[in-house]
């Protein structure tokens, strides 16, 4: 069966270091999203791209990085990560303007910055 | 810019009791779809339902209909004879439906818990 998955689904590290989230979909979709998500403001969107090369800020996206090198990975770099980012990153995938663009979502991972 | 508001933050129903879970958007957009995404204690994020704008008839999936009121721009999920394995968090969702802009934006959610 196709899938999303996100590694690691935990992880704890320090202010200031560099941090890198995995996402790899077998969906084949061309799209891709990540997420956060925090108390009192539900999924906010940090970065996505349609395919590969592709890539775009979303609302909160100062901080973070992202690559788009084939279809199945997008990951998520954290440069610099600061305690602000402690939070639960959702990756996604959706086939395309062609279709109602459902998201397939991966399991979360939760990342704290002390 | 598109919004999505979901006003309560929290909301509890008697099991096998009917709840309705409020949202409305804001899109100067004619074509656009609607979700409502559902995510249980496990954190896994689940499509329960979504609205095409181009159509009047409010979708439904068993027990799980929405009142879509496209000049009101709102978008209400109705969850009938509720169960516990419905508490969870509940999510709606906006997406534009042309100009390849796929990108969704969601609302702040309303914790739903279910009194057995």
């Known amino acids: 069966d196709a899938e999303i998955t996100q590694s690691p689904r935990h992880k704890i590290t320090e202010t200031g270091r560099q941090v890198t989230l995995a996402c790899h979909q077998t969906?084949?979709?061309?799209?891709m999203f990540w997420y956060r998500q925090d108390l009192g403001h539900g999924l906010r969107l940090i970065h996505y791209?349609?395919?590969?090369?592709?890539?775009n800020k979303g609302e909160v996206s100062d901080g973070y990085s992202v690559s788009r090198s084939n279809t199945e990975d997008l990951p998520l770099t954290l440069e610099s990560a600061a305690s602000s980012q402690t939070s639960v990153y959702f990756c996604?995938?959706?086939?395309?303007?062609?279709?109602?663009?459902?998201?397939?979502f991966g399991e979360g991972s939760r990342l704290t910055v002390l | 810019a598109q919004t999505v508001t979901q006003s309560q933050p929290e909301m509890s129903v008697q099991e096998a009791e009917t709840v309705t879970l409020s949202c409305t958007y804001d899109?100067?957009?004619?074509?656009?779809?609607l979700f409502w995404y559902k995510q249980p204690p496990s954190r896994q994020m689940i499509l329960v339902i979504r609205?095409?704008?181009?159509?009047?008839q409010n979708a439904t999936e068993n027990r799980f209909s929405v009142n879509f009121q496209k000049a009101a721009k709102s978008f209400s999920l109705k969850i009938s004879d509720s169960q516990l394995g419905d508490a969870a968090m509940y999510f709606c969702?906006?997406?534009?439906?042309?100009?390849?802009?796929?990108?969704?934006?969601f609302g702040k959610g309303t914790r739903l818990h279910i009194l057995p």
């Open positions: 996604a995938s959706s086939e395309g303007t062609l279709n109602t663009g459902e998201l397939f």
């Open positions: 969906w084949n979709h061309n799209n």
């Open positions: 791209s349609y395919g590969v090369q592709d890539t």
């Open positions: 899109t100067s957009e004619s074509d656009y779809y």
């Open positions: 609205q095409e704008a181009y159509k009047q």
């Open positions: 969702a906006y997406r534009r439906g042309t100009g390849g802009d796929d990108k969704i934006i």
